[in-house]
């Protein structure tokens, strides 16, 4: 069984924008896309570690203010000639709020 935590509203978000959700298990970037479909990814590129939460959102991907890598939203995976991946979150939106599902992120670090 999932512990899904609330992290607020659809409407802290910005459309194509992220924000940063602090957790026992490390950070978590939360990202809205235009169409208002939203993800959650770790908060670290895989390539230099650089803060995906600050990137730049474009359809299901962000791309790493650092070094320009391109991460997709859904799979967590590097895209293009890169090769890495961060973990994904599950998300959950009822109505405005949205929640995380934080023992996925523990199991998986496992």
Do not use: Y
């Not at 991460?71 to 929640?99: C, M, N, Q």
Request: hydrophobic share 45%; aromatic share 4%; proline share 5%.
């Amino acid at each position: 069984m999932m512990n899904w935590i609330s992290i607020g509203t659809l409407s802290d978000i910005p459309r194509r924008g992220a924000r940063c959700v602090a957790t026992p298990q490390g950070k978590i970037a939360v990202f809205r896309t235009a169409d208002d479909q939203v993800f959650a990814i770790e908060d670290h590129c895989p390539h230099k570690g650089g803060p995906l939460s600050q990137g730049i959102v474009h359809g299901a991907a962000v791309t790493c203010p650092l070094h320009n890598w391109v991460i997709s939203l859904e799979t967590g995976k590097a895209l293009g000639a890169d090769e890495g991946a961060v973990r994904t979150i599950p998300v959950r939106i009822e109505g405005e709020r949205l929640f995380i599902a934080l023992e996925a992120l523990a199991s998986r670090a496992a």
